[in-house]
């Protein structure tokens, strides 16, 4: 098994870009995008690049150690267009995991939104949505 501090130490990492050791020396939180019972998902910018993420604040993660580590575990190792990249991990009091911004909303809002959806669109969607799952299964990640 992982340890979170060696899964942290594995991952490629903005730390060094902005010579941070903890998040909130590396990123600058923007707002709330969603939260739940056990995490709360903010907009962030890198102090020094700018670029916006999204990062995943996991609050007492003690209680779900395990579990965290297979989503990190399973972040980093997935690598496809069609999958959210894993940016950076900051092991701290609560665990942050910053991952890119996903923005355009869900495939049910763009079904909603549109005046008309083509088996077309139906197809690429799910086009994308099968590759991303066969990458992952070739990666032993199942979803």
Same mark, same amino acid.
């Given at each position: 098994?992982?340890?979170?501090?060696?899964? +942290? +130490?594995?991952?490629?990492?903005? +730390?060094?870009?902005?010579?941070?050791?903890?998040?909130?020396?590396?990123?600058?939180?923007?707002?709330?995008?969603?939260?739940?019972?056990?995490?709360?998902?903010?907009?962030?910018?890198?102090?020094?690049?700018?670029?916006?993420?999204?990062?995943?604040?996991?609050?007492?993660?003690?209680?779900?150690?395990?579990?965290? +580590? &297979?989503?990190?575990?399973?972040?980093?190792?997935?690598?496809?267009? &069609?999958?959210?990249? =894993?940016?950076?991990?900051?092991?701290?009091?609560?665990?942050?995991?910053?991952?890119?911004?996903?923005?355009?909303?869900?495939? =049910?809002?763009?079904?909603?939104?549109?005046?008309?959806?083509?088996?077309?669109?139906?197809? &690429?969607?799910?086009?994308?949505? @099968?590759?991303? @799952?066969?990458?992952?299964?070739?990666?032993?990640?199942?979803?």
């Amino acid at each position: 098994t992982h340890s979170l501090i060696s899964l +942290q +130490q594995q991952l490629p990492s903005q +730390q060094e870009v902005a010579g941070a050791d903890r998040f909130i020396d590396a990123y600058q939180v923007v707002k709330i995008i969603g939260d739940g019972p056990f995490a709360v998902v903010r907009e962030c910018e890198n102090s020094i690049t700018h670029v916006v993420y999204a990062v995943k604040v996991l609050l007492n993660y003690k209680v779900r150690r395990t579990r965290i +580590q &297979n989503e990190i575990l399973a972040l980093s190792k997935s690598k496809h267009p &069609n999958c959210v990249e =894993l940016v950076d991990v900051f092991v701290e009091d609560d665990i942050y995991i910053v991952m890119e911004m996903m923005t355009g909303g869900t495939v =049910l809002d763009r079904i909603v939104e549109a005046d008309f959806y083509s088996e077309a669109d139906a197809r &690429n969607v799910i086009v994308q949505v @099968l590759s991303a @799952l066969k990458y992952l299964h070739g990666v032993g990640i199942v979803h």
